[in-house]
T-cell receptor
Framework: EDKVVQSPLSLVVHEGDTVTLNCSYE??????LLWYKQEKKAPTFLFML????IEKKSGRLSSILDKKELFSILNITATQTGDSAVYLC????????????FGQGTRLTINP | ETGVTQTPRHLVMGMTNKKSLKCEQH?????MYWYKQSAKKPLELMFV???????ENNSVPSRFSPECPNSSHLFLHLHTLQPEDSALYLC?????????????FGSGTRLTVV
């Protein structure tokens, strides 16, 4: 059974801290790994990772994939209260239409 | 707005009611999806439509019935639901084989079954 596991499930930090969110996976026919941010309802796309060791960066957010150890991390530096959200990790399987298998999410709370 | 619009935003229904959720996208995508998001559980894939043909039905009970009349519209027809079906129902679309950006999600319908 395809599985994506995120840790921690919940994290509370102070504004300005740096956080690292983890995502590990066990799937057949891996195609890519995606990160989403879900604030209220609609998850919004952050990154898609297909190759090991190549960091993707967008402002204070960055992510990297390790296809040998089957995990990815999402880093957020100099956190702000607007970063408070649920962060979802998903794996795209190489099967027909784009079918994503999601982890449980990490609920990140940034306190001022 | 993400380009994927879901209505209604909130729905309360009794167990004997029949209702429908609607999803609309004008992004030129050719694949559409229904996901269920329950508290403390991962998003669960329910149905996948690619080029208006259902390509996946993830062991969903028959009280949920999808319909995709064209590539821009997706419905989820609901009847005789159970309280455990209360959840956030998310619609998403993608470019199918051109998988560069993942899904675009709608804002969801928060369903409460009483």
């Amino acid at each position: 059974e395809d599985k994506v596991v995120q840790s921690p499930l919940s994290l509370v930090v102070h504004e300005g801290d740096t956080v690292t969110l983890n995502c590990s996976y066990e799937v057949t026919n891996f195609r890519s790994l995606l990160w989403y941010k879900q604030e209220k309802k609609a998850p919004t796309f952050l990154f898609m990772l297909t190759s090991s060791g190549i960091e993707k960066k967008s402002g204070r957010l960055s992510s990297i994939l390790d296809k040998k150890e089957l995990f990815s991390i999402l880093n957020i530096t100099a956190t702000q209260t607007g970063d408070s959200a649920v962060y979802l990790c998903a794996v795209d399987l190489m099967r027909g239409a784009q079918k994503l298998v999601f982890g449980q999410g990490t609920r990140l709370t940034i306190n001022p | 707005e993400t380009g994927v619009t879901q209505t209604p935003r909130h729905l309360v229904m009794g167990m004997t009611n029949k209702k429908s959720l609607k999803c609309e996208q004008h992004l030129g995508h050719n694949a559409m999806y229904w996901y269920k998001q329950s508290a403390k559980k991962p998003l669960e894939l329910m149905f996948v439509y690619s080029l208006e043909e259902r390509v996946e039905n993830n062991s969903v009970p028959s009280r949920f019935s999808p319909e995709c009349p064209n590539s821009s519209h997706l419905f989820l027809h609901l009847h005789t639901l159970q309280p455990e079906d209360s959840a956030l129902y998310l619609c998403a679309s993608s470019r199918g084989s051109l998988r560069l950006e993942g899904y675009t999600f709608g804002s969801g319908t928060r369903l409460t079954v009483v």
